[in-house]
Structures are given as C-alpha cells and as structure tokens.
C-alpha cells in the first residue's frame, strides 16, 4: 500500500466535512437519511447536520440478541445495521398505487402523481448498498419496472460507509457483500477516530459524488491514513463470526425434502420478522381502502411476508400449510431461486434476519444443518 | 419529478361489460371493452389479465376468448372468491378495470405439424378454449387434434354447446367424462386421464397441453408420459396466488419461476424437478 501512489479520488475530511456535506446535500433538495437513535435500537431517520447522527454508539447483536452500549471515542460508525432498512424510502411499507371512483357510466382510475424524494441515504453498508443492486433487478432492471422504486432509485445520492467493526451477526464477508462497499455509491466513507484527530476517508465513487466532494473542506489523504483504513478493513473482514457455507444454493436445491425443515419449523414462530427486516424481501400484497360513502377507493400496496398463511392462498386452500414449507420457501428463494429468477443471490450477509428473530434462528446455521443432514441421509 | 401513468404497470385500465352469459351454477362469461372505445385486445392463448373489481380487488383470469377475433375481450370465469363473486353480480353496463395480457402462452406455433393432444379439466377448459380456436382456424397446419375434457358432475360441464359442435366435426376428436353420473348422462364416467389411454394420436410426435386442478394435472402428465409423450412436448399451466402479476409481489413463486411471468404455461420438463416436492 505504501508503496503506491495514494489515490486522487480519495480525500480525507473531519467532522466538520461531514457536516459540510449533509448540508450541501440537504442544501440540494435532498431529503437526507441517516443513523438514528430510537427505541434502544439504532435506526434511520432524516438528518440535517453532523450533530442529528448518535456519537459514541456501538451495538451488540447475537441470534435473537440486540443491545446499544456507548463507546468513549465518539465514532460515529462503530456499529453496524439496526432493524431498518434502505428499502423503506424507495419501496414503503404502505404505498397507495392508485385510487379509483365511481363515474358515470363506469370507472375511473387515477395515477399516483406524487412528486418522487429525492434522498440521500447516509450510512450505507457494504451488504445494503449489495442489497440496493438486487432490488434494482428486481424492481427497476427486470421485465417490468416499478415506477416508484425507479424514479427514487435513480434520484439517489449515496453516501456509503465502509464498516470497521462488524457486528455480532454480520457474515457479509462471505457473501462477496463487505465489509468494504462494492460498487454504487457516490460517496464512501471509512472512519479513523484517532487518539488526536476523528478523520473520514472520503472515496468517490460517481461524477456526482467528485462534484460533491470538490466542495467540501478535505485535505489530501495520507499515507498512513490510508493504510490504517486498509488494516481495520481487513481485520474487520477477519473477525466476522459468521459465514455461509458456498454451496448453498445447491445445497438447497437438493434439499427441499430434507427432513430438517420440520425441525426448524419447530423452533419458528412464523412472525415474519425476518422478512421485514431483511433489506431485500421485496413481497408485497394489495388491498383496497374505501372511503365510507363508497365512491372512492384507494389501491395499496403493503409489504407481505412468504411466512404468513394467506401468502400461498389460492382457491381450495393454502399451498403452503406448514411452517417448514413456510421457512424452506423463504431460504431456499434467498439463497437459492434467486440466483435462477435474478442471477445473484437474494442475501447480503447483513445478518438482521439472525439478530431479530425472536428465537435467533441462523440462517447461516440452518444451511449447514441441511448440508449435514442431506449428507447422512 | 413524478411518475407517468403510461409506465406503471399495476395501473388498470376501465373496461365496460358489455354482455354477460351464465354457464354454469357458478360459472360465467364476460365480454369487455375498452371504455375510450373498441380496440382489438391483442393476447395469445394461455395468457391472463387482472380484472380489478372496485373497492373489492383483483384477480388474475385467463382470457377465453378467440385470439384471431377483432371482437370483445372475453373471461369465463367461476366465483370461488370475494372477487369473483362480485364479478358474478355485475351486469352490462358495469365496468371493471383490467391490466393484462400477462404471461407466457401455449406454444401452438411449434406444435404445428404435429398431433394436439389439449387434457382439461373442470374451468380449465376455459384458457384452453383461445387454443381450440386458433387451431380451428388454422386446422391444415395441425395433424390429429384431440380435445379430452373431465368434470366433476353432467351439470359441470362447461362450454357445452361448443362441445357438441366441436365433437361433430370430423376433423377433432372430442371425449368427456364426469367424475360422478346424475340424471341422463350416458357419456364415459371416470377421471379425465383415463380418455388418455384411449385417444387416438401418434404419443411420439404428438404435443399435449394440459390445464386443470393440479392433482388433475399430475396424472394426466403420468398417463402421457406411459402413452409415450416425452416431458419435453407436455405443457402445464399452474395456478399460484397472484397479487400483482408483474413479479413484484413474490406470492406466484414455484421454485425458481414466478408463475406469473415465466408461466403460467410451463413446458413440463422445465418444472419436473420442483412439480412433485410437497406444498411448493
């Protein structure tokens, strides 16, 4: 590292540098979204300055465990992803698609005409900016387009952090997603709170993000900045406590009548956390709202979860009566079907879906159990 | 910024009834047409739209009408649902919102030059029926055309006028059987795949396309496979919940195909793998 040229599209800014860019962002329209503390979680919420992103907070996550502890340095990334997710902007829970009345004569249907936000997401992470690329092929990238996901998607501006402490869940490094962040981002930020100076490296990574950073107060990035980024990113990558076993996919695919998926459906609720938390399960269903005389209805559209009953209901009954064929759709869709609906797989490493399940079912385990037990039976 | 109507594909459009038919105790057809005014709604056979129902909801319903024919969209539809049953109490004159065609077809232009061996049952004759009448249209370009339709009970059987006709001409052979016998019913009774083993058609070029509840559909594919039909000339079309029929809502998964846009019309091989897990 040191024997290289230190590169021209990284800076190296302080807190008041970020300071300068949530304002410059907020100063361009932007709605901006960040870190934020809320309760005993760390979630995300608007931000307009610096001093609105929690300092010195660090989390403890463990299969079904999450807790907040504070850290002296007041670092302000030392933590990783919280129960929110980025999809909450660009694909709500509850959107109204269109709504409709009753005219003379029939029908009439009105579009949503809505302005789109135009965020800035702050405090991106390796596996959610992965996560961003997988819904843009499903949402934006494939046969059809979701206009509203596409429009906010492409008015984004991303300011990504590349993470230096995992969490106690995270297993990105082995799905290729971090700790370091892949491509996407217009800015990305690795944090240094150092002894004397609380520095970010600054990374650019579009022609936005260049304009955006030309602007603000930087220094040049040094050497030994730039190699202690590079040394906390590997020992991040080193210290992650989990990771996926590589064959899952096929592992998966060979398994769906293991025997293993009774066992875990003893264990799971059904509660469908792990998809609400999950920063790529796109399901959603429709409902119509109407309003009491009954002349106008609303169309919405609700985030839905593979792991209710309703899901698979079609006339006659529900496809998927049991909670082992419940979790086994869920898995077998994230790790394996993706890859043949969307060439790439449908998980991240982010590791939300272990800390928030109520009984810390692992993903990462139960693919092992059903390699294992696939393999003795 | 904001979003244009054109583009969003969940957005119906209203379409006005212009006639309704009864069928069945349950079942009936409706003919649809734009209301800015008739327009040739253009589909291939096997494809659906989502009729929309206001305040009520949506439904994915195959068309059952003639795809050469400039006339009104037509569905046959059954009421088994909140939906459809508000379907079922509308009249001409009502109007409906419609987003469609969706899906994927029957491939009737590589069955050409080959025999057609069409296994319905119950309703499902009804995505069938844009299949019978292109290839009535066209009928020099097929061999044997065969027509094997199951219902539950005589008064079950849908569609049943065009049966007669159809059975009467010599250039198809049609054969029906009902599950269960009442009143003068002196046809075969007995379970559809059993009008498998006897049709007559040549089981090494023929191509079969069979839609009807799926236990339905898992024998007929084993009667087809035991007369010599090849996996790869049998066509299925599958029912999974649909709530957008564009691949965002995810219910329609079947492995790693979403019924709605890589089905619902399946080339039997390409789900061979995943048809006999349970409760996919």
Same mark, same amino acid.
């Given at each position: ?8 599209n ?12 949530? /304002?410059d ?5 932007? $709605? #901006?979204?960040?870190?934020? %503390? *809320? &309760?005993? =979680?760390?979630?995300?919420?608007p931000?307009?300055?610096v001093d ?8 403890h996550?463990?299969?079904?465990g999450?807790h ?8 302000l ?12 902007y ?9 709504s ?16 789109v936000p135009?965020?800035?997401f702050l405090?991106? /992470? ?5 996560a961003? $690329? #997988?819904l843009?092929r499903? %949402? *934006? &990238?494939? =046969? ?9 998607r ?5 300011v ?9 869940t ?18 990305a ?7 004397d100076r ?13 304009a ?5 107060p930087?220094?040049?990035a ?5 190699a ?13 406590? *989990? ?10 695919r060979?398994?769906l ?7 875990v ?13 999950c920063p ?24 839905d ?31 394996a ?8 797989s449908?998980?991240?490493?982010c ?15 139960e ?7 696939e393999?003795r039976? | ?31 649809l047409?734009?209301l ?7 589909f ?8 929309y129902v ?25 009421a ?11 009249e001409p004159?009502?109007?409906v ?23 319905t ?8 029926r ?29 569609f049943?006028k065009?049966?007669?006709q159809?059975r ?33 058609f ?8 069979v ?20 996996d ?23 492995g ?10 399946f ?5 061979r ?8």
């Amino acid at each position: 590292m040191s024997e290289r040229a230190v590169p021209t599209n990284i800076r190296m800014i302080d807190r008041d540098g970020l300071d300068a860019l949530i /304002r410059d962002l907020v100063g361009q329209g932007r $709605r #901006v979204i960040g870190p934020a %503390l *809320r &309760d005993g =979680a760390l979630v995300t919420g608007p931000v307009a300055s610096v001093d609105d992103l929690p300092a010195g907070v660090i989390d403890h996550q463990e299969a079904g465990g999450y807790h907040l502890d504070t850290h002296g340095n007041g670092a302000l990334f030392h933590n990783v992803v919280g129960p929110h997710t980025w999809k909450r902007y660009l694909y709500p829970p509850v959107r109204t698609l269109w709504s409709a009345r009753r005219a003379a004569g029939g029908l009439e249907v009105m579009a949503d005409d809505a302005p789109v936000p135009r965020y800035a997401f702050l405090g991106v /992470r390796g596996c959610d900016l992965a996560a961003l $690329r #997988v819904l843009d092929r499903v %949402l *934006r &990238d494939d =046969a059809f387009a979701d206009p509203y996901y596409s429009a906010s998607r492409d008015a984004l501006f991303v300011v990504a952090v590349n993470c230096t402490r995992p969490g106690g869940t995270c297993f990105c490094a082995s799905m290729g997603c971090g700790p370091r962040v892949g491509e996407g981002f217009d800015l990305a930020l690795t944090e240094l709170p150092c002894e004397d100076r609380h520095v970010f490296l600054v990374e650019a990574g579009s022609e936005a993000g260049t304009a955006l950073l030309a602007g603000l107060p930087s220094e040049p990035a040094d050497r030994a900045a730039l190699a202690a980024a590079e040394a906390r990113l590997a020992e991040a990558a080193e210290s992650m406590g *989990r990771e996926m076993i590589p064959d899952v996919a096929q592992v998966l695919r060979d398994g769906l009548n293991s025997p293993h998926w009774a066992t875990v459906a003893e264990r799971c609720l059904g509660c469908a956390n792990c998809t609400l938390v999950c920063p790529t399960c796109f399901c959603s269903t429709v409902e119509d709202v109407t309003d009491l005389s009954g002349a106008e209805a609303r169309r919405e559209r609700r985030w839905d979860s593979c792991f209710t009953l309703d899901f698979s209901y079609i006339h006659g009954g529900h496809i998927r009566r049991g909670g082992d064929a419940r979790y086994r759709q869920w898995i077998t869709h994230k790790l394996a079907h993706w890859h043949d609906q969307f060439g790439t797989s449908g998980c991240t490493g982010c590791g939300r879906c272990i800390t928030w399940c109520p009984v810390g079912i692992d993903i990462t385990e139960e693919a092992k159990a059903i390699k294992n037990r696939e393999g003795r039976a | 910024m904001s979003l244009t109507a054109a583009a969003d594909p969940m957005l119906p459009e209203p379409f006005g009834i212009l006639r309704k038919r009864r069928e069945l105790s349950d079942t009936f057809t409706l003919e649809l047409e734009p209301l800015g005014g008739h327009r040739k709604f253009a589909f291939r056979p096997g494809q659906f739209n989502m009729l929309y129902v206001f305040g009520v909801g949506e439904i994915p319903i195959s068309i059952s009408g003639d795809p050469d024919d400039d006339g009104p969209l037509v569905h046959t539809i059954r009421a088994v649902g909140t939906v459809s049953d508000a379907l079922r109490t509308m009249e001409p004159g009502g109007a409906v919102g419609v987003r469609g065609p969706f899906g994927s077809a029957w491939p009737v232009e590589s069955a050409e030059g080959r025999d057609v061996v069409l296994v319905t049952g119950g309703v499902g004759l009804a995505p069938m029926r844009p299949v019978i009448y292109h290839v009535l249209t066209n009928r020099q370009r097929y061999g044997k055309v065969v027509i094997l339709y199951g219902a539950r009970t005589p008064e079950d059987v849908l569609f049943r006028k065009q049966l007669e006709q159809w059975r009467s001409r010599f250039d198809l052979f049609v054969d029906v059987s009902v599950d269960r016998a009442t009143g003068r019913w002196r046809g075969r009774v007995g379970v559809v795949t059993k009008l498998i083993e006897r049709a007559g058609f040549d089981p090494h070029d023929a191509v079969a396309f069979v839609c009807g509840p799926e236990v339905m559909m898992r024998f007929s594919v084993q009667a087809l496979n035991e007369r010599g039909v090849a996996d790869e000339r049998i066509y299925l079309s599958m029912e999974r919940n649909m709530k957008c029929a564009v691949g965002f809502c995810g219910h329609c998964q079947f492995g790693g195909q979403f019924v709605c846009k890589d089905g619902p019309v399946f080339r039997f091989d390409a789900i061979r793998d995943i048809f006999s897990v349970w409760e996919v």
